[in-house]
C-alpha cells in the first residue's frame, strides 16, 4: 500500500512559479512510479509528468515539456513538481498518484496505470 499526500499549490500570476510536493507512506514506496496529473473543472483528467522509482527515467505532456520538471528523493519519499512560467491554463486541481507494480500504461501518463491517489493540490494562476 502507499498513502499519498500533496502540499505546495496557490494562486499564483502568470508567469510565476511553484513547487509541489508529495510525501508517501507505505513499504511498496521503493517500487512505485510516480506521477502527476491535474484537473480543471469540467475537464479530462490529465496526466502531466512521470518518474521512475530509479530517479532517472521522466516523462512529461507535450503542454508543460520545458516548464514542468519532476524530480524524487526515495530517502525522503517524496516526489516534486516544479512548475515554471505559469499559465492561466495550468489552473487546476493537482493530484501525485502511485503506479505499484510500474507499467508501461504509467509511462504513459494514463490515470488507469495508477493505483494510489493524494487528495490533491489546488493551482490557481491570474493574468
Known amino acids: 500500500q502507499v498513502h499519498l499526500v500533496e502540499s505546495g499549490g496557490g494562486s499564483v500570476q502568470a508567469g510565476g512559479s511553484l513547487r509541489l510536493s508529495c510525501v508517501a507512506s507505505?513499504?511498496?514506496?521503493?517500487?512505485?512510479?510516480m506521477g502527476w496529473f491535474r484537473q480543471a473543472p469540467g475537464k479530462e483528467r490529465e496526466g502531466v509528468a512521470y518518474?521512475?522509482?530509479?530517479?532517472?527515467?521522466?516523462n512529461y505532456a507535450d503542454s508543460v515539456k520545458g516548464r514542468f520538471t519532476v524530480s524524487r528523493d526515495n530517502a525522503k519519499n517524496t516526489v516534486y513538481l516544479q512548475i515554471n512560467s505559469l499559465k492561466p491554463e495550468d489552473t487546476a486541481m493537482y493530484y501525485c498518484?502511485?503506479?505499484?507494480?510500474?507499467?508501461?500504461?504509467?509511462?504513459?501518463?494514463?490515470?488507469?496505470?495508477?493505483?494510489?491517489w493524494g487528495q490533491g493540490t489546488q493551482v490557481t494562476v491570474s493574468s
Open positions: 498518484a502511485a503506479a505499484v507494480p510500474c507499467t508501461t500504461s504509467a509511462y504513459d501518463l494514463r490515470a488507469s496505470g495508477y493505483n494510489h
Open positions: 507505505g513499504y511498496t514506496w521503493t517500487t512505485a512510479c
Open positions: 518518474i521512475h522509482s530509479s530517479l532517472v527515467l521522466t
